[in-house]
């Protein structure tokens, strides 16, 4: 009985949710070497959790770099930026406020909506029933499973055809703690699904294209961040090794891979993996793209924040064969969305719009043959950055609608 009493309390203070009372978010402006070797002589000295950019290897100067802050090293963090001269504002002052303030759509806490941060199981509930309630629309199927053996449900939507369709493959939630990724993936599909006939531009689509949809690509760390950690951004894997947990998605696939802006260090956050698509979640997603790339003429990727609209290449600074088409379509899709809301995107190749990073899923997909190969980071440019309220998420979502809408009509319209 003790014994059982012990494992319960050990089960109870890992399931723990973690707080962040008096945590802060800082933006730097690093104007010289110096400061770049400070920040970077920082984050070697204490644990920084690096909004913008990813990591401490990506910082340069003429930058802003956004980091969160435990409040245990405030003090160190205040000196160091004043007698370092650089320059810094505060972006979020009271973190936990911040967490807790995200719930903000009113919306109820027990049932899946399209205006807030939906848990994994409400997800996929809402997944096999929107598929069995729309059976000529919407089909599912199973892609693998992640680590920790969730099923990865991607979605098919566009009207049943008795032939292959041409196909847009679009994946949210790569990275765990960009929530409104896969909120915008699951608005997609209900968008779909309830325009379809009076909407003359989707219902063109869907009759001319199929659209795979995978609501959350890495679902392990997605519940992770609802249960445990609200900021945790990899996957949940063991590191042989090591004691740090999980690699970055998004360095995992074979572009380049650990060539530059990743890192090969398992306690980093740009962590490669062992090896390319060492993550099952990347494999199972990089087996289904490979199977069906005959089919696969548009790759689009959706994550948080800094409102871009990248393309190829991140892993180099190359510009990619169809470049100019690549960027004429990013310029119409961001115009569309400003449209809407007045919200500015910027687009370029990834490399040389903000920085390298290599093992990407877009510069893969590229690389394999699928010639539009984007990748969105919605809202907002860092006031709430990955705190965005559930009240901008209906914003978001409908501008990002017309983007993608753009896109989907250059590609159906550009069959290759």
């Known amino acids: 009985m003790k014994l059982l009493l012990f494992f319960g309390f050990v089960a109870v203070a890992l399931a723990e949710v973690i707080r962040f009372e008096g945590d802060k978010v800082f933006r730097l402006k690093p104007s010289l070497d110096a400061h770049v070797t400070l920040i970077k002589d920082l984050a070697k000295s204490i644990k920084l959790d690096f909004w913008s ?7 340069t100067i003429d930058i802003n770099v956004d980091i969160h802050v435990p409040a245990r090293y405030l003090d160190m963090m205040y000196t ?22 995200q719930a903000d759509s009113g919306a109820s806490p027990r ?9 994994w199981s409400e997800i996929e509930a809402w997944a096999n029933t929107i598929a069995s309630s729309n059976p000529s629309l919407v089909s599912s199927q199973v892609i693998g499973n992640t680590y920790e053996g969730r099923s990865m449900i991607l979605l098919k939507v566009g009207k049943s055809s008795t032939s292959p369709k041409p196909a847009i493959f679009m994946d949210c939630g790569i990275h765990a703690r960009e929530w409104i990724s896969p909120a915008f993936c699951q608005w997609f599909v209900n968008e779909a699904v309830t325009t379809y006939g009076s909407d003359s531009a989707m219902t063109t689509l869907l009759n001319s294209m199929d659209v795979y949809v995978l609501p959350v690509f890495n679902i392990d760390g997605y519940v992770y961040t609802h249960t445990s950690d609200r900021m945790w951004r990899k996957t949940r894997s063991r590191n042989s090794g090591s004691s740090c947990i999980g690699t970055d998605p998004n360095r995992n696939f074979d572009a380049g891979w650990c060539t530059i802006g990743a ?3 398992p306690c980093s956050e740009t962590f490669c993996g062992s090896t390319p698509e060492s993550e099952i979640e990347s494999k199972n997603v ?6 069906n790339k005959s089919t696969i003429k548009a790759y689009l990727t959706v994550h948080s924040y800094s409102q871009l609209l990248l393309f190829p290449y991140s892993y180099t600074y190359d510009l990619a064969a169809h ?6 379509v990013a310029e119409g899709a961001t115009a569309a969305l400003t449209s809407l809301h007045g919200t500015r995107y910027t687009s370029g190749p990834g490399a040389a719009t903000i920085y390298p990073a290599a093992g990407g899923s877009d510069d893969w997909a590229y690389d394999l043959g699928i010639k539009y190969s984007y990748t969105f980071e919605l809202r907002d440019t860092g006031y709430y950055g990955f705190l965005l309220p559930e009240s901008q998420i ?12 753009y896109i989907a009509a250059h590609v159906l319209k550009n069959l290759y």
């Open 53 to 59: 950019p990813d990591s401490e290897d990506l910082v």
């Open 80 to 101: 160091t930026l004043e007698q370092g001269g650089i320059v810094y504002e505060i972006l979020i002052d009271d973190f936990q406020s911040a967490v807790d303030g």
């Open 111 to 119: 049932a899946h909506s399209y205006t807030k941060y939906n848990t």
């Open 263 to 265: 890192s090969s260090n």
């Open 286 to 291: 990089a087996n289904f793209i490979r199977d």
């Open 323 to 328: 470049h100019s088409e690549l960027l004429q």
């Open 394 to 405: 209906q914003p978001t979502c409908e501008e990002t609608m017309l983007a993608v809408n």
